[in-house]
């Protein structure tokens, strides 16, 4: 039986999520009002379109469609700007390692995020090559915690959904996997994650025994 692995991008294989913050928060100020990083959690592994909705209502701000639409295209710009000199040195610890010991294996490798940018930031870490297949915003019309970006990944890694293994650090996430029907490993707070099947708060404690035995 042919395994897949699926690896969510911000928060777990680089920390993209501080210039996404940034980048709301930006937006947030020019619209008058403050954006903490304690309401930034609400946005983990949600949409941008899901974000700006709830950024919205933080601020109590009422917007035609157009203003929306402008908004969106204004935050994604500010974001591009922020990550335009990400560079290797913004992988998350241990990362590598594990991808490295897929790809000597032959394991299809797959990218499963909400991101839109998921292409060019693994580019810019020098990633890219270990991934068979990319599936993100582009792709897909339901957000997490739908599962379809883990399926439509699975697809075209053509592995069965159940055998497919998906890391993720957003609770959204979890439950897409666990909808999935896939073997979730929450990266991050277990407390916060706990509905994923396993849990490690980063790579440095996979073990590549842990990772033979799932294969």
């Not at 100020?29 to 930034?40: A, K, R, S, V, Y």
């Not at 957000?143 to 159940?162: S, T």
């Not at 897409?176 to 073997?183: D, L, P």
Request: aromatic share 10%; charged share 25%; hydrophobic share 45%.
């Amino acid at each position: 039986m042919k395994k897949g692995f699926i690896f969510d991008l911000d928060g777990v294989i680089v920390d993209t999520a501080k210039y996404h913050y940034l980048a709301w928060k930006k937006l947030a100020n020019e619209l008058g009002f403050e954006f903490t990083q304690e309401q930034n959690e609400l946005f983990k592994g949600v949409s941008r379109k899901r974000c700006l909705e709830i950024l919205l209502a933080i601020g109590k701000i009422e917007a035609t469609q157009e203003q929306f639409d402008t908004w969106m295209i204004e935050k994604n710009l500010d974001y591009l700007e922020f990550i335009k000199n990400m560079d290797e040195s913004e992988i998350l610890p241990d990362v590598p390692k594990v991808l490295e010991f897929l790809k000597e294996r032959n394991i299809p490798i797959a990218l499963g995020s909400a991101s839109k940018n998921a292409q060019p930031i693994l580019e810019k870490v020098g990633l890219l090559s270990y991934f068979d297949t990319i599936v993100d915003g582009n792709n897909v019309t339901k957000a997490k915690p739908d599962p379809e970006v883990f399926l439509l990944a699975a697809k075209q890694l053509g592995v069965d959904a159940n055998n497919c293994v998906v890391f993720e650090d957003a609770v959204a996430g979890i439950k897409a996997a666990n909808a999935a029907q896939m073997t979730s490993i929450g990266i991050g707070d277990k407390n916060v994650l706990n509905e994923a099947q396993f849990n490690f708060i980063d790579f440095t404690q996979i073990s590549t025994d842990f990772i033979k035995n799932l294969i």
